[in-house]
């Protein structure tokens, strides 16, 4: 671990995680410890490496970091069995402001319980995560259905909204909602909803169950594909089938857009939030601690305070933030 500083009297120090990477799968007992500059990927690369039957419910990108995603919740393809990351911690060893190491049982029970939701950065450093693994089959089943916005999948969209709540534990659908290049009418721009989904178990019973719950769907034996669930990692990742595990050890991160893309891509969000804004929780109206929205408020530099925090603290931490 290194610490930067720049002065005798630093306002705060950068700590490089990128030592803390190792990862402790006992599958005998079905738990691990996780560094937290460790990432998803690695995370379950190492799983796979030793089990076909063990998971772990987090974010479905592989180059997210530990740190963040488990402090803050961490949620993916197996959140509806599972619930979230932090969900399935069940120790931690945390340095606080004092320099004391801390475990579960010499931190409390509400510090332990602040740093699976909470984020991190308020309370300490936490250094590695003792997590529970999950089962999962040996074979899961995945499909992908993209469908052209028109009439017929507005209704799709909505039918999905009440649908895909209520259905069986072990599945899961999410949609995907971007826009695309129609080649038939001179590369027009057109609207794609795809719906993307894990099964925990075989295509026949993921079949069943579609044409019992979501039969306007249409799902199809041959859009299903049975594969272990490490596989579906890369799946939901992008990657094509029979891609090598070793991918998920990639520690490379491609940022593509410049400033004017990414301020073009903010505006379009907040297009979206205004619009959506009818439609979202409200009073108060709170946000995912995991996608920071800075148009929520800030800390401004050097002259903050809990009172000036306060505006946004509420709406990621509600009740828990305290003046
Ligand atoms: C490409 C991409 C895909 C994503 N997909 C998902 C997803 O599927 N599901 C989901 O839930 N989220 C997802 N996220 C959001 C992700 O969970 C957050 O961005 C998370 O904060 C990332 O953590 P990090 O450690 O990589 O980031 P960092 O920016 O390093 O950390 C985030 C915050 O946590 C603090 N922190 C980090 N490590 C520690 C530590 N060890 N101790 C104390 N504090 C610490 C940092 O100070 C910072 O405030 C995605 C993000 C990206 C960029
Ligand atoms: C750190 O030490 C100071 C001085 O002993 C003490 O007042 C404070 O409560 C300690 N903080 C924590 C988080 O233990
Ligand atoms: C790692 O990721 C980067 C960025 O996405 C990519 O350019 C590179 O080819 C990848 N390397 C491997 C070995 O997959
Ligand atoms: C912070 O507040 C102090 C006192 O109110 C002021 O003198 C100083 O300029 C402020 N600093 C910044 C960076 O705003």
């Not at 475990?103 to 909470?118: C, K, N, Q, S, V």
């Not at 895909?164 to 999410?174: G, M």
């Not at 491609?254 to 379009?268: D, M, P, T």
């Not at 903050?304 to 603290?313: D, E, F, I, M």
Request: net charge positive; with cysteine.
């Amino acid at each position: 671990m290194r610490a930067y500083h720049t002065s005798a009297k630093p306002p705060f120090i950068i700590i490089d995680l990128v030592n803390l990477q190792s990862i402790h799968i006992k599958v005998d007992d079905e738990t691990a410890w996780v560094q937290s500059g460790a990432t998803l990927g690695e995370l379950y690369y190492s799983i796979a490496k030793k089990s076909g039957i063990h998971g772990f419910p987090a974010g479905i990108c592989p180059s997210v970091g530990i740190g963040g995603h488990f402090s803050g919740g961490g949620f993916g393809t197996m959140v509806r069995k599972y619930g979230l990351a932090a969900d399935n911690v069940i120790d931690a060893c945390l340095v606080d402001v004092n320099g004391s190491i801390l475990d579960r049982e010499t931190m409390g029970e509400d510090l332990f319980w602040a740093i699976r939701g909470g984020g991190g950065a308020s309370f300490g450093v936490i250094v590695s995560w003792k997590i529970k693994l999950v089962r999962v089959p040996p074979v899961v089943s995945v499909f992908n259905i993209d469908k052209k916005l028109d009439q017929r999948t507005t209704e799709l969209v909505h039918r999905w909204q009440y649908v895909a709540q209520q259905l069986h534990k072990d599945l899961f659908i999410r949609l995907v909602i971007q826009d695309v290049n129609e080649v038939t009418k001179g590369q027009k721009k057109t609207l794609q909803v795809s719906f993307n989904s894990l099964f925990l178990g075989t295509a026949d019973e993921l079949l069943s169950l579609m044409h019992n719950r979501f039969p306007e769907l249409g799902l199809q034996a041959e859009t299903c594909t049975e594969m272990s669930w490490i596989e579906s990692v890369l799946y939901f990742a992008g990657y094509p089938r029979g891609q090598s595990l070793d991918v998920l050890l990639n520690r490379t991160v491609q940022y593509k857009n410049g400033v004017r893309a990414s301020n073009r891509h903010i505006h379009w969000m907040r297009m979206l939030y205004s619009y959506m804004k009818q439609y979202v929780s409200h009073s108060p109206r709170a946000a995912y601690l995991n996608y920071r929205d800075l148009d929520l408020g800030t800390n401004q530099q050097a002259n903050t305070s809990n009172l000036k925090a306060k505006v946004w603290g509420k709406k990621y931490f509600k009740g828990n933030f305290k003046v």
